[in-house]
């Protein structure tokens, strides 16, 4: 009996449809990422573990999917080795491989390993799967895309300005209402410093980043339960509701922080980009969040994230300014600052929304009926003529029964069909029939090409 055909856990197959759709997504993000003078790169799948580990925190390693090495890989293990069980020791001997985890890392070791042909600053983006042994849920799986755009070998403040843009421009294109959420690691060490827990730092930024989820009672208590104080917590309460416009926000900081150097370079370089982008009249709603963290032991300055305004899902979209990107592979100092957009909780949205354009799942937009030989004989160059006009065609491959070529067409969408019988070939036309309204009129090849396009 033959064994039952099966996927892994935490990977998907995407149908034509679906793939329409996400290409669209794909080829949208693409065109504003080419528009903002960024450079498409692309890496491995894998990459060396010696690469890989280490990067990610002692879970992330775990998440790591490796690759087994070939031949014979228990050569040069020893009895005792392979006795002891111990996995993550014996994987490190017979793998030397591993699947990529994000896009980051791979691009910090791009740039080190071609850094005497790369421009500085250097404007790269990719759009690739990267791979996580997690546990599948609910909209997170163990195979899914990365859209990365990111500038490296630049201090300035203005491709932060530039990032905010592209997200407006990109979730404009889509018709995504969104609300661009801004933060600076900087203002949140200034806060830890000031209500004296500046070791505790990470400990307060995660419990306040889940505010949204967890209310404020909950957040106080996680605080406390990480050892900080009471006073500490006490002085962290009108910091972290504050309320009102970005500006008023941002003249009560001031007064808070002001002994705090570090803190008040944060607001600086918020200002800075507020103001900026606030000049610009970006369609999108852009709020200064106190409570945004994102992965604080990786960002070092400003950090973005994107909330989708009429559908309760996560971020679709999040990046930040990093310093020492390529340190880990001996190269210092080179600062940057990036935006990665979440291609696969992006879909879930428009499917939500109902925001694909009309046309985006049909690829083949005239099918020639083939009644036999002779009649595709004549179909063929008109059919060259109208793919050279730029029209997807089609002629269905067998002379079977108009009922089934009439299915075939009905199930693919495909909104025309052309039909050539023995009265078209003597007139030298083509009948054009509109599938939706049932509508057939007699065309020169040229009227034809016109009618599709119109």
Same mark, same amino acid.
């Given at each position: ?30 065109? +504003?990422? #080419? ?55 014996? @994987? ?18 791009? +740039? ?28 997170? #799986?163990?195979?899914? #895309? ?74 106080? @208590?996680?605080?406390? %339960? ?28 001031? %007064? ?13 370089? *918020? ?26 032991? #990786? ?15 996560? *971020? ?26 979440? @291609? ?24 020639? +009926? ?49 039909? +050539? ?19 057939? @009129? ?13």
């Amino acid at each position: 009996m033959a064994t039952k055909p099966c996927i892994p856990k935490g990977t998907r197959d995407f149908s034509p449809v679906e793939m329409a759709k996400r290409n669209y997504i794909f080829d949208t993000i693409r065109n +504003v990422f #080419y528009l903002y003078g960024f450079q498409q790169i692309e890496t491995p799948a894998m990459e060396s573990l010696s690469t890989l580990m280490g990067k990610y925190g002692e879970e992330g390693d775990k998440l790591l999917f490796k690759i087994q090495n070939s031949g014979d890989y228990f050569s040069g293990l020893t009895d005792e080795e392979l006795l002891s069980r111990n996995a993550p020791k014996l @994987a490190c001997k017979f793998c030397e491989k591993g699947l990529r985890y994000d896009l980051t890392v791979p691009f910090a070791r791009y +740039v080190v390993m071609h850094r005497d042909e790369i421009t500085f600053p250097f404007k790269r983006f990719q759009i690739q799967p990267v791979w996580r042994a997690d546990r599948p849920q609910k909209g997170r #799986y163990r195979e899914f #895309y990365q859209c990365d755009a990111d500038v490296v070998g630049s201090n300035s403040l203005l491709n932060e300005v530039e990032l905010v843009q592209m997200i407006d421009a990109v979730f404009g294109r889509f018709g995504i209402r969104v609300c661009i959420k801004v933060n600076n690691r900087k203002i949140l060490t200034g806060i830890a410093e000031i209500i004296g827990e500046a070791d505790k730092i990470v400990d307060i930024t995660v419990a306040i980043d889940k505010l949204d989820k967890i209310g404020l009672d909950n957040v106080n @208590a996680e605080l406390a %339960s990480k050892g900080i104080s009471g006073d500490a917590i006490a002085k962290l309460q009108p910091i972290i509701q504050l309320s009102g416009s970005n500006e008023e926000k941002m003249s009560v900081l001031k %007064s808070v922080l002001a002994a705090s150097e570090t803190g008040l370079k944060g607001i600086e370089e *918020s200002e800075f980009i507020l103001k900026r982008v606030a000049a610009l009249g970006i369609r999108s709603e852009v709020e200064l969040d106190l409570t945004l963290a994102r992965g604080l032991n #990786y960002y070092t300055g400003a950090i973005f994230e994107v909330k989708a305004l009429d559908v309760q899902i996560g *971020s679709i979209s999040g990046g930040g300014r990093y310093d020492n990107l390529t340190g880990v592979f001996g190269m210092e100092g080179v600062s940057g600052v990036g935006i990665s957009f979440g @291609a696969d909780r992006i879909y879930d949205v428009l499917n939500q929304l109902d925001l694909y354009p009309k046309g985006t799942e049909n690829a083949t937009q005239l099918l020639f +009926v083939n009644f036999g030989e002779k009649e595709s004989e004549y179909v063929l160059p008109v059919l060259s003529r109208v793919r050279e006009a730029g029209i997807c065609a089609e002629i269905y491959p067998d002379a079977a029964k108009m009922k089934k070529q009439m299915g075939y067409a009905n199930s693919k969408a495909v909104p025309f069909v052309a039909i +050539v019988g023995e009265n078209e070939m003597n007139e030298g036309k083509i009948t054009l029939k509109n599938m939706s309204t049932g509508e057939q @009129a007699l065309l020169t090849v040229e009227e034809l090409i016109a009618a599709v396009k119109a």
